[in-house]
């Protein structure tokens, strides 16, 4: 069947005569895979309806933050009470209080918490508190780990296995981007010789312990372990961006997850419950670094924002209840595994990779994807055809090959088989 989608392509005409590109993120533009992106009205559950009145079981879930679904009862419970109070005062509420506690009380590796406004300024908080602290300048990224739209992060590996970073963004100088060194995921020898060479001037190795941004680069706990090791050795901050893993494969993330300490952590889209927040956290010694105890600045009118507070102390409360990541583990095997066993039989060369409830389809023959280098660019051809096929079967993923979708606890085991089917049926389309 096809779907019609005239209203989402008269809200595109308008939006690109008010916004670049007629998006407020890029992504959103549908440039990956083709087509008249979706404007979508509402959302229940798993389910999304665009401005068409089509509905879609929804794996993109907001790029993460709704572990709970659309309109969770609980989480809107909380956001409306919070609105009936007030939106914003610029003072400290109790709300921050509660949600501060909660994070602090169930981290294994948290003692201190800022609240922020998004991941961006968390992970870019994050850097210039380890760059305070240790009166070091330069940072050091992996290729393939996304640390939001922050000028020093915006950076890929030039030639050679360490070189000072070449900026991917117009806008960042080049001197400000030499400050960041960029190295392979998953070679602790390389990052081992970097830091022989950059210790007395590096302030920080930040990772994405789950890589969730360029495709879902799952890493050996060796590895992640390798690297504390390394930055214990050389005297150099480990900060973990737990934007998408934090809350999502365990309350405590992959540093809970693989039991690995990071100095810093950077938090965000699941602390809010869908609303816009982010945080950075560490340990006490390192937190009294931030003003206004030390002198590492940082602030935000709307950082604590009562509503996105409530939001996300809603949601928090349910995903602490016993057993609920193991429930989403299970969701997660239970959409994935027939598909596996279909392009299995089928012959269809097909991984799903997934961590927790985070998953990522590759187009590839590859056991293992550890570096985006080893992503093939030729899938993501076959990734625009079943997004093309997905949509006209009801089931919503994010528009890119390289992003990763979600389960949420509101993806009932029937949703789950009907969305399972869907992804069947369309693998063959892409195949055909």
């Known amino acids: 069947m096809s779907h019609t989608r005239d ?5 595109f005409e308008e939006a690109q005569r008010c916004f670049p590109g007629g998006v407020n993120s890029p992504v959103r533009a549908f440039g990956a895979v083709g087509g008249t992106p979706l404007f979508m009205d509402r959302g229940k559950g798993p389910h999304i309806w665009d401005a068409d009145g089509q509905r879609y079981v929804d794996f993109c879930c907001s790029w993460g933050p709704l572990i709970l679904g659309h309109a969770h009862p609980v989480v809107q419970d909380r956001i409306m009470k919070a609105v009936q109070d007030g939106t914003s005062f610029g003072t400290p509420t109790r709300l921050e209080n509660e949600l501060g506690r909660m994070i602090l009380d169930h ?8 609240f922020v406004s998004s991941g961006t300024e968390a992970a870019m908080s994050a850097i210039r508190l380890a760059r305070g602290v240790t009166g070091k300048n330069k940072i050091l990224k992996f290729d393939g780990c996304y ?10 590996a030039g030639s050679g296995l360490a070189t000072l970073g070449t900026s991917t963004s117009a806008g960042v ?29 590096l302030a920080v190795v930040a990772i994405e312990p789950i890589p969730a941004n360029n495709g879902l680069l799952i890493q050996d706990a060796s590895f992640l372990q390798g690297v504390r090791d390394l930055c214990d050795r050389y005297g150099v901050l480990l900060l973990f961006d737990e934007v998408i893993s934090g809350f999502r494969v365990a309350f405590g993330g992959a540093a809970e997850y693989h039991g690995i300490r990071p100095d810093v952590m950077a938090f965000g889209k699941i602390i809010g419950g869908g609303m816009p927040v982010g945080a950075y956290a560490a340990s006490a010694d390192i937190m009294e670094h931030v003003a206004p105890s030390g002198p590492v600045y940082q602030a935000g009118t709307l950082s604590g924002n009562p509503v996105a507070m409530a939001a996300g102390a809603g949601q928090l409360s349910v995903c602490l209840k016993p057993g609920f990541y193991e429930d989403q583990e299970r969701r997660t ?17 097909l991984r799903i990779f997934n961590r927790g409830s985070i998953f990522w389809l590759a187009f590839s023959d590859r056991i293992h994807i550890r570096r985006s280098s080893e992503i093939d660019p030729d899938s993501m051809a076959h990734f625009s055809k079943l997004h093309a096929a997905l949509l006209e079967r009801g089931v919503y993923l994010g528009p890119s090959g390289y992003e990763v979708g979600f389960v949420s606890a509101a993806h009932s085991d029937a949703v789950i088989d009907e969305a399972s089917a869907a992804f069947v049926d369309a693998l063959d389309v892409v195949f055909d």
């Open 173 to 201: 100088p080049e001197a400000y981007a030499r400050e960041t060194l960029v190295l392979p995921l998953n070679d602790l020898e390389a990052l081992e010789a970097t830091m022989k060479v950059h210790a007395d001037d």
């Open 333 to 349: 095997r239970r959409l994935i595994d027939p598909i596996l066993d279909h392009a299995e039989k089928k012959g269809q060369p």
């Open 107 to 114: 981290h294994p590796f948290a003692e201190r918490i800022r």
């Open 147 to 156: 640390h939001g739209h922050v000028d020093a992060l915006l950076v890929k």
């Open 7 to 11: 209203r989402s392509a008269e809200l």
